[in-house]
């Protein structure tokens, strides 16, 4: 699907052109032209990048076939730059999805191309319908407000893992099982995932914020300084939630050694209680005591009530001793 915005230089809007008049527009230098591809084939889409607006033919290679993690290219009279929203399902098999938006910017027009619908970039394309003044200040501060509403979106993700990171960390210590281990390692590979995508993407509105481009004007630069500080903070919590899943990782490991140290103590404990009785036991049930006569009382009923109570005595004396010296 395509489809095409154009702020004619009376600042009039027209969301009805068509393919055939994108030259046109383009033609208009007081104009804004804004044309979105979203999964369109690649055929028209490379008639129209390539014979209507020039580009080269590896930038729109980049666009169309290839995946790339966030960049900035400078051809000179354009930009093509690469961002990334995110998603987060935390039940999906993949927790954490992106998806790539390519943009190309020049004077007085903006192109973008996205495989999936990206709600930031519906929600500025509506804006600029509902408010006509969302053009006029040109392409770059357009591109300012697709970038921003873009990593805004990282927020409530970002705002989401660290809920679900905190919730396993109450998990491990209420009660820590297999199934906690594979959650904290998924939330290691999220934010591993979130960093690959966050530094790179920081790195590109440092380039737009500090380095001069002929389709940038001077006057926007700061205003994509205040999205790499939007970044800057971003890159900055998720290193600190990666210290928090590994900090729960080792906490886990501690909770489950502490319990086996609990379950080998148990052990130990019944074992050396029952260390005395297996001795009496193992000593009065030898067969070189015979009932010969001055070994009878060995076999009457007194030494059997005497060997019951030592069964039942010992144990709890055992016991005892072992309190007292505060191994239990």
């Known amino acids: 699907m395509m489809r095409i915005l154009h702020r004619r230089g009376d600042g009039a809007l027209d969301a009805s052109l068509g393919a ?20 369109e084939p690649r055929e028209s ?41 995110v998603i ?25 191309l996205h495989e999936q619908t990206i709600e930031s970039l519906d929600r500025v394309w509506a804006s600029c ?22 990593v805004a979106g990282h927020m409530p993700v970002v705002d989401a893992i660290d809920e679900r990171v905190e919730g396993i960390e109450e998990e491990i210590l209420s009660n820590a099982e297999p199934s906690t281990l594979q959650q904290v390692l998924r939330m290691k590979r999220v934010l591993m995932h979130l960093r690959r995508i966050v530094a790179p993407q920081r790195e590109v509105l440092n380039k737009l914020a500090r380095d001069e481009f002929a389709a940038i004007e001077g006057g926007s630069r700061v205003y994509f ?15 600190g939630m990666r210290d928090l899943a590994a900090g729960a ?5 501690s909770v489950i050694n502490n319990r086996m ?8 404990l019944i074992t050396t209680l029952f260390m005395p009785i297996s001795f009496l036991t193992g000593f009065f049930g030898m067969n070189f005591f015979q009932p010969v006569a001055s070994l009878v009382a060995w076999t009457g009923r007194p030494a059997f009530w005497i060997l019951c109570g030592a069964v039942v005595l010992v144990p ?13």
């Open 20 to 39: 055939d008049g994108i030259a046109g527009a383009l033609a208009d230098p007081r104009g804004l032209l804004w044309v979105d591809f979203l999964d």
């Open 45 to 85: 889409c490379e008639a129209i990048l390539q014979d209507t607006f020039q580009f080269h033919p590896l930038a729109i290679d980049d666009a169309i076939q290839e995946s790339h993690v966030p960049k900035l290219d400078d051809w000179e009279s354009y930009l093509y730059l690469v961002l990334h929203a």
């Open 88 to 112: 987060f399902q935390p039940e999906a098999d993949e927790p954490l999805s992106t998806l790539e938006l390519d943009i190309f910017t020049g004077k007085n027009y903006i192109v973008t």
């Open 129 to 150: 319908l509902r408010d006509e003044r969302m053009g006029g200040k040109g392409a770059a501060h357009l591109l300012y407000h697709v970038v921003d509403e873009l």
């Open 225 to 239: 300084r205040d999205i790499y500080d939007h970044l800057v903070r971003l890159y900055d919590i998720t290193e």
């Open 249 to 253: 990782l080792d906490t886990y490991l």
């Open 261 to 268: 140290n609990e379950v080998m103590k148990t052990f130990t």
């Open 316 to 328: 709890a004396l055992m016991y005892v001793w072992l309190r007292r010296r505060r191994w239990v």
